[in-house]
C-alpha cells in the first residue's frame, strides 16, 4: 500500500516536473521572439543612413513651417517620440505627445507636433547649456527644455 502510494507520487511529481519544463520553455521562445523582433527593429532604425534621416528631418521640418515661422537659415533638431511615458515622468511638456509624435528643437524654442493630426500640441522657450566639461573647451551649447530637462 506504502509502496503503490510513493510510486504514484513519483509519477505525478515527474508528471508535474514534465508540465513546469513545457511551460518554462514555451515562455522562454515567447521572450526569444520578442527580443529578435526588437533587435530587429533596433537595427532597421540604426541602418537608416545619415542622408534618409536628414531628408525625412527636413519633410517634418517643413511642415511644421507651415503652422509656426521657423527661420530658414537655422535648421533645427528633429527627434522621435518613442517612450512617452518615461518622457512625461520626466516633464510635463510631453503630456499632450504620443509615440510617434516629434519634438523639433530650434535655438530659441523646443516644437512638439502630432504628424498624424498636422497640428502643433506645444511650444516652450528653451534655454542653451552647456554640457558639463564641455563649456571650458568651448563646445557648442545643447537645448534644455523648459522645466529643466534635456531632451
Excluded: C, W
Amino acid at each position: 500500500m506504502a509502496h503503490n502510494r510513493s510510486s504514484f507520487l513519483t509519477i505525478l511529481i515527474v508528471i508535474a516536473l514534465l508540465g513546469l519544463v513545457f511551460v518554462v520553455d514555451a515562455r522562454r521562445k515567447a521572450v526569444q521572439d520578442q527580443l529578435q523582433r526588437l533587435t530587429v527593429r533596433l537595427e532597421q532604425l540604426q541602418s537608416g543612413n545619415a542622408e534618409q534621416n536628414k531628408e525625412a528631418a527636413r519633410r517634418i521640418v517643413e511642415k511644421v513651417r507651415r503652422h509656426i515661422a521657423i527661420p530658414a537659415d537655422i535648421e533645427p533638431t528633429v527627434a522621435t517620440v518613442v517612450d512617452v511615458e518615461k518622457l512625461r515622468e520626466r516633464n510635463a511638456f510631453y503630456a499632450k505627445a504620443e509615440n510617434g509624435d516629434h519634438l523639433i528643437v530650434t535655438p530659441d524654442r523646443a516644437i512638439l507636433y502630432d504628424p498624424d493630426k498636422d497640428v502643433i500640441l506645444d511650444v516652450v522657450p528653451v534655454q542653451l547649456k552647456p554640457l558639463a566639461g564641455e563649456a571650458a573647451a568651448g563646445a557648442a551649447a545643447a537645448p534644455v527644455a523648459a522645466g529643466g530637462t534635456r531632451e
